[in-house]
């Protein structure tokens, strides 16, 4: 079947739209259907707080466990860099003392 002129561009600009740099037709779809999907999430958010509730949102970490829990990695790591790095992100906590004579105790 011999394309015509008309024929042929079309599918000359479905060929560049489709290049390297571009998504294919296939990909395009699934992104679309993507999209769809993250406009219906925050409609069902909108409709949740119109019907008087608000979203549920997991409750903020305590900074003081998540210090400890960092400590006891740099402890169980047992090297100088780890310990360092604990004093560099943390001088200021009561568990950077405890690291500062970790390092004195490794220097011995």
Request: proline content about 6%; overall charge neutral; hydrophobic content about 45%.
């Amino acid at each position: 079947m011999k394309l015509g002129p008309f024929s042929a561009g079309l599918f000359g600009l479905l060929a560049v739209l489709a290049g390297p740099d571009h998504l294919s037709i296939g990909e395009q779809l699934v992104m679309v259907g993507k999209a769809n999907a993250d406009d219906s999430a925050k409609e069902s958010v909108k409709e949740s707080v119109k019907a008087g509730r608000a979203p549920s949102m997991p409750m903020a970490r305590d900074p003081s466990v998540a210090v400890a829990e960092e400590y006891e990695a740099a402890r169980r790591k047992g090297t100088r860099e780890a310990f360092e790095l604990f004093i560099a992100r943390h001088g200021d906590d009561p568990l950077a003392e405890q690291a500062r004579a970790e390092l004195k105790r490794l220097s011995r």
